[in-house]
Nanobody, 115 residues
Framework: QVQLVESGGGLVQAGGSLRLSCAASGIIFRMSAMAWYRQAPGKTREWVGTINSASATFYADSVKGRFTISRDNAKNMVYLQMNSLKSEDTAVYYC?????????WGQGTQVTVSS
């Protein structure tokens, strides 16, 4: 059974930083692509960025230059380093694992940026 567990969310002031983590289990992690999404209140879930199995990264324009995705295959972990946070980054952040045509989601972690 595939499980994804996000952690690291919290309250931070604008301009600050947070690092989110996502722990995966139950699947061959190193062969999986991982993505981060977020959903703000009253809005649809939006893609933040992706890291593929070769550790190539891709980002939404709204976070490019501020957010960095990395992975540690030895620990089955993916990270989202968020710098220069803005109030509009406030959302529940989710990680998604993609493998062999299937997708799995974590339960999300809340990030609140105060202005």
């Amino acid at each position: 059974q595939v499980q994804l567990v996000e952690s690291g969310g919290g309250l931070v002031q604008a301009g600050g930083s947070l690092r989110l983590s996502c722990a995966a289990s139950g699947i061959i992690f190193r062969m999986s692509a991982m993505a981060w999404y977020r959903q703000a209140p009253g809005k649809t879930r939006e893609w933040v960025g992706t890291i593929n199995s070769a550790s190539a990264t891709f980002y939404a324009d709204s976070v490019k230059g501020r957010f960095t995705i990395s992975r540690d295959n030895a620990k089955n972990m993916v990270y989202l380093q968020m710098n220069s946070l803005k109030s509009e980054d406030t959302a529940v952040y989710y990680c998604k694992l993609m493998n062999a045509g299937r997708e799995y989601w974590g339960q999300g972690t809340q990030v609140t940026v105060s202005s």
